[in-house]
């Protein structure tokens, strides 16, 4: 029967997974995959899962229930197998791989960071700043007849705002990428022109000092930018 693959873990991590139900219709029980060192957490599926808006809470809640006990290595929403022994070969066939992400995100937990900068204080900025982008749009404002003064504001203007992202971009990774085992910088998408994942050991020293280089970065509010924290998350960017 096909199988739902959640998570591979180490054999000696707890899956306490008796109160939380898996993907598909049938909600079918959780249970473990054992091979050698490894086990993967599955549940059988008779359906095509599909990007369904309980099916992704239900992936979700099984990696955060596993997140509570040790560190796993999350696959992403959607990934079947035929059955328990395709998922048991896989298993076998690369488990030196396995073995090696899993000791790679012991211990750790991810941690993403979005930022963004409001348009109007951004372009507010710009304006006050820039005698050149100011001239131009008092120019604009007088009512001049000559449209090449508009695309040489629009172009001036991008082309700070692309600068200033940037510079804000590099000035949250410089902070916060030292606190982090490993990071990776993600595309970013909507309003943000930041998208940073973060390998951050559990505790104190990983966690916590998070936490206060993102409340000294919130507190720095002069700047204009919104920085969002999320996590602990399963290290979907580091699971490899």
Request: a negative charge.
């Amino acid at each position: 029967m096909p199988v739902y693959v959640y998570a591979v873990t180490l054999g000696d991590h707890p899956c306490r997974l008796d109160d939380v139900t898996g993907v598909g219709a049938g909600s079918a029980p959780l249970r473990t995959v054992p091979a050698g060192d490894l086990k993967a957490v599955v549940s059988d599926v008779n359906e095509e899962v599909g990007p369904r808006r309980r099916d992704l809470v239900a992936h979700q809640a099984v990696q955060d229930r596993l997140l509570e006990d040790g560190t796993p290595l999350p696959l992403q929403f959607g990934y079947t197998a035929p059955d328990d022994d395709a998922v048991r070969q896989v298993l076998k066939e690369q488990a030196d791989l396995y073995l090696g992400a899993l000791e790679r995100v012991r211990g750790c937990v991810e941690y993403n960071v979005k930022a963004s900068w409001d348009e109007e204080d951004i372009l507010r900025r710009i304006l006050e700043e820039s005698p050149s982008a100011r001239s131009l749009n008092e120019q604009i404002r007088a009512g001049t007849d000559d449209p090449r003064l508009a695309l040489e504001l629009g172009q001036y203007v991008a082309d700070a705002v692309q600068q200033r992202h940037s510079d804000a971009a590099a000035g949250i990774i410089d902070t916060l990428v030292p606190l982090a085992r490993e990071h990776a910088v993600h595309a970013p998408t909507g309003e943000d022109f930041l998208n940073l994942s973060l390998l951050v050991a559990r505790g104190p020293d990983g966690e916590g000092a998070l936490q206060i280089a993102h409340a000294d970065l919130v507190a720095d509010g002069g700047t204009g930018v919104d920085i969002r924290v999320a996590g602990p998350l399963p290290p979907y960017s580091f699971a490899g």
